[in-house]
């Protein structure tokens, strides 16, 4: 019985632990983010925008690179795919949609791999 509580509190708690990993969807600054690049910094900073970013692409790019902080300085919306840096790429992949000239920050430590152009289908990117 005991076990059975124990195992019940643990569904929460992972879950809680997925969803803090999730991107905001609070507005970003675009810092050094040249306009047409989308951009993703390897550390957070605040208000200091000299700390270059770890990627800068104006085109889809795959790959991977340290991220805490992310901005779309293009027109276009992006999908961006992610994983969780203390996995060491063994764990789940993450895709969210980033708005054009939008950007937040990740709860903890991600590697981006993957950037590539929103095809619109229609659906709303948050």
């Known amino acids: ?3 059975r509580a124990i195992a ?3 569904i929460p708690a992972a879950f809680l632990g997925v969803m803090a990993s999730a991107p905001s969807a609070s507005a970003w600054a675009p ?4 306009a047409g690049t989308f951009c993703v910094w390897p550390e957070w900073w605040y208000g200091d925008t000299d700390v270059p970013p770890s990627l800068a692409t104006d085109r889809e790019w795959s790959g991977s690179v340290p991220g805490n902080i992310f901005y779309n300085n293009t027109s276009r919306d992006v999908t961006m795919t992610y ?3 203390g996995d ?4 789940p992949a993450y895709t969210t949609c980033v708005n054009s000239h939008q950007g937040s920050y990740f709860t903890m430590p991600m590697h981006v791999t993957d950037v590539a152009w ?7 990117c948050w």
């Open 1 to 3: 019985m005991r076990f």
């Open 118 to 124: 929103r095809e619109d289908d229609g659906t709303p």
């Open 8 to 10: 019940l509190a643990a």
């Open 31 to 34: 810092g050094n983010c040249q």
């Open 88 to 91: 060491e790429g063994q764990g």
């Open 83 to 85: 994983v969780v840096a």
